[in-house]
């Protein structure tokens, strides 16, 4: 098992920054990569990007590429989500989740889920 916890959600301003932190413990060996998902309200829960652990490769969805940069550090044992130009569409609570699935991109194919962490961005 894999306990992630979630950090650094708030409230800023359309065009503003934030940086989420994700902390792993447990049996994070087992984890191959890392993703960033998102809630909002009466949606479905959306991916945002992953990172994969060993290599530190990375992948978007299209709503934020260019925008966010999704990061690791082993030696932590923490992943980073670096959102810029954010947009009031942002607004969501957001969730790190790790995975031992080839390339996954559905949040059926994580494993260990975070509480989330509020983001809200006023326009």
């Known amino acids: 098992q894999v306990q992630l916890v979630e950090s650094g959600g708030g409230l800023v301003q359309a065009g503003g920054s934030l940086r989420l932190s994700c902390a792993a413990s447990?049996?994070?060996?087992?984890?191959?990569?890392m993703g960033w998902f998102r809630q909002a309200p009466g949606k479905e829960r959306e991916f945002v990007a992953r990172?994969?652990?060993?290599?530190?490769?990375?992948y978007y969805a299209d709503s934020v590429k260019g925008r966010f940069t999704i990061s690791r550090d082993n030696a932590k044992n923490t992943v980073n989500l670096q959102m810029n130009s954010l947009k009031p569409e942002d607004t969501a609570v957001y969730y790190c989740?790790?995975?031992?699935?080839?390339?996954?991109?559905?949040?059926?194919?994580?494993?260990?889920w975070g509480q989330g962490t509020q983001v809200t961005v006023s326009s």
């Open positions: 989740a790790s995975s031992i699935r080839l390339l996954p991109t559905m949040a059926r194919e994580y494993d260990n």
């Open positions: 990172i994969r652990w060993s290599d530190g490769s990375t």
């Open positions: 447990g049996r994070t060996f087992s984890a191959y990569y």
